[in-house]
């Protein structure tokens, strides 16, 4: 969205939103707007006022494309990204609600950052090096992966000669090509659906693929498939932890090839990781299991702290992924310090002792709640 002289209502929303930090912007046709501001849903009714249906409408008008705003009519919401101002990128859905239209916005971030500021290890940058194989970003809605993947491309664009094609909905973080060429597909104006903008990808000559969320059967099979013929698959999954994120794809096949895909996934599973964004301690009082999946994939600061697990496809793991003994990979993962990898536990228990977490907030995200306290302890 490009600078306006005459901004409309929408514009000077998010613009007096942005100057007060909000990473999360609601407009509801004749209600009061809000932002969330560190994690908190706050008011923002004292700027132009209330917005109206025409307001909105205006603004949906100028942002999307006749095509777009088609879909919008014919599902009731629509998902899209849009740079504003020529500076912030922001993610959108437009929907209705009890007739009226609304918008939420979510601010992603102004450029990229290295893991460590993300609250990751560095050690997890080996990922950009692989040439081949799949690696899963796991989590809830909301806890980090699309930032975390964005900043693993960035590393193989600035790094690598490679062949970049990234496929997602919305395109949320710009590549523009450095040392690899990039080329980004959004689902729904490039490609009819990820499945097939996945298989498109095949033809064209990649050496990494970023799947912007696997979800659907037919496209966690060709994933795995391309990542078995020679490239490297980065991904997003809805799941809680590692173990979850692999069970996760295993389930979505029926019973009978169940025992195939096990050993597929033992052999091309290189790296899991898992995570999820919390209130950092001095706000860890008024966390819960909702405000945890409300917490956003941008804007990590210092009100909040990244919890994550990491599972390196070693030997002994992909023996049993292969083998379908996912339960044992527990207590692999506690044992295999030394190759990188860390419970969530662990990463709960460190959090704790270092007064980044309250102990009623390690517990409740805690496997086991009384070893994390006694770890932290030591």
Same mark, same amino acid.
């Given at each position: 969205?490009?600078?306006?002289?005459?901004?409309?209502?929408?514009?000077? &929303?998010?613009?007096?939103?942005?100057?007060?930090? =909000?990473?999360?912007?609601?407009?509801?046709?004749?209600?009061?707007?809000?932002?969330?501001?560190?994690?908190?849903?706050?008011?923002?009714?004292?700027?132009?006022?209330?917005?109206?249906?025409?307001?909105?409408?205006?603004?949906?008008?100028?942002?999307?494309?006749?095509?777009?705003?088609?879909? *919008?009519? #014919?599902?009731?919401? +629509?998902?899209?990204?849009?740079? +504003?101002?020529?500076?912030?990128?922001?993610? +959108?859905?437009? +929907?209705?609600?009890?007739?009226?239209?609304?918008? =939420?916005?979510?601010?992603?971030?102004? %450029?990229?950052?290295?893991?460590?500021?993300?609250?990751?290890?560095?050690?997890? !940058?080996?990922?950009?090096?692989?040439? !081949?194989?799949?690696?899963?970003? =796991?989590?809830?809605?909301?806890?980090?992966?699309?930032?975390?993947?964005?900043?693993?491309?960035?590393?193989?664009?600035?790094?690598?000669?490679?062949?970049?094609?990234?496929?997602?909905? /919305?395109?949320? !973080?710009?590549?523009?090509?450095? @040392?690899?060429?990039?080329?980004?597909?959004?689902?729904?104006?490039?490609? /009819?659906? *990820?499945?097939?903008?996945?298989?498109?990808?095949?033809?064209?000559? /990649?050496?990494?693929?970023?799947?912007?969320?696997?979800?659907?059967?037919?496209?966690?099979?060709?994933?795995?498939?391309?990542? %078995?013929?020679?490239?490297?698959?980065?991904?997003?999954?809805?799941?809680?932890?590692?173990?979850?994120?692999? %069970?996760?794809?295993?389930?979505?096949?029926?019973?009978?090839? @169940?025992?195939?895909?096990?050993?597929?996934?033992?052999?091309?599973?290189?790296?899991?990781?898992?995570?999820?964004?919390?209130?950092? %301690?001095?706000?860890?009082?008024?966390?819960?299991?909702?405000?945890?999946?409300?917490?956003?994939?941008?804007?990590?600061?210092?009100?909040?702290?990244?919890?994550?697990?990491?599972?390196?496809?070693? #030997?002994?793991?992909?023996?049993?992924?292969?083998?379908?003994?996912?339960?044992?990979?527990?207590?692999?993962?506690?044992?295999?310090?030394?190759?990188?990898?860390?419970?969530?536990?662990?990463?709960? =228990?460190?959090?704790?002792?270092?007064? &980044?977490?309250?102990?009623? #907030?390690?517990?409740?995200?805690?496997?086991? /709640?009384?070893?994390?306290?006694?770890?932290?302890?030591?």
């Amino acid at each position: 969205m490009s600078h306006n002289p005459n901004p409309s209502v929408v514009e000077l &929303k998010l613009k007096a939103a942005l100057a007060l930090g =909000a990473s999360d912007i609601h407009l509801a046709a004749n209600n009061e707007s809000r932002i969330r501001v560190a994690g908190k849903l706050e008011s923002l009714s004292n700027t132009a006022g209330c917005v109206t249906d025409t307001d909105l409408r205006e603004w949906l008008v100028s942002s999307l494309t006749d095509e777009e705003q088609q879909r *919008f009519e #014919t599902r009731g919401s +629509f998902d899209g990204a849009l740079t +504003f101002q020529n500076a912030s990128r922001l993610r +959108f859905n437009v +929907f209705r609600s009890s007739g009226h239209l609304a918008i =939420a916005f979510r601010k992603l971030e102004d %450029e990229f950052r290295e893991l460590s500021a993300l609250g990751l290890s560095d050690e997890l !940058y080996r990922i950009c090096d692989l040439k !081949y194989g799949l690696v899963l970003v =796991a989590g809830p809605t909301g806890s980090g992966k699309s930032t975390t993947l964005a900043t693993l491309i960035h590393r193989i664009n600035a790094s690598r000669a490679a062949h970049i094609i990234t496929i997602e909905d /919305p395109i949320e !973080y710009v590549h523009k090509s450095q @040392q690899s060429l990039v080329n980004q597909r959004q689902v729904g104006v490039d490609a /009819p659906n *990820f499945h097939q903008a996945l298989i498109d990808s095949l033809r064209q000559d /990649p050496d990494v693929i970023l799947i912007g969320e696997i979800r659907d059967l037919d496209t966690i099979r060709t994933a795995i498939t391309a990542a %078995e013929t020679g490239h490297l698959v980065l991904a997003s999954v809805h799941a809680s932890d590692c173990v979850g994120a692999v %069970e996760r794809l295993i389930s979505a096949f029926p019973a009978d090839e @169940q025992n195939m895909i096990q050993r597929l996934l033992g052999m091309v599973v290189r790296c899991v990781i898992a995570q999820h964004l919390i209130l950092a %301690e001095a706000n860890a009082k008024s966390q819960s299991t909702k405000s945890v999946e409300q917490m956003l994939d941008t804007n990590i600061d210092s009100q909040r702290v990244l919890v994550s697990e990491v599972m390196w496809g070693t #030997t002994a793991i992909s023996n049993l992924i292969a083998a379908g003994q996912t339960r044992q990979i527990a207590s692999m993962m506690e044992s295999g310090a030394s190759e990188g990898m860390q419970t969530l536990d662990a990463c709960l =228990a460190q959090l704790l002792k270092r007064r &980044k977490i309250s102990e009623s #907030t390690a517990r409740s995200l805690a496997k086991n /709640p009384t070893l994390v306290v006694e770890r932290a302890r030591r």
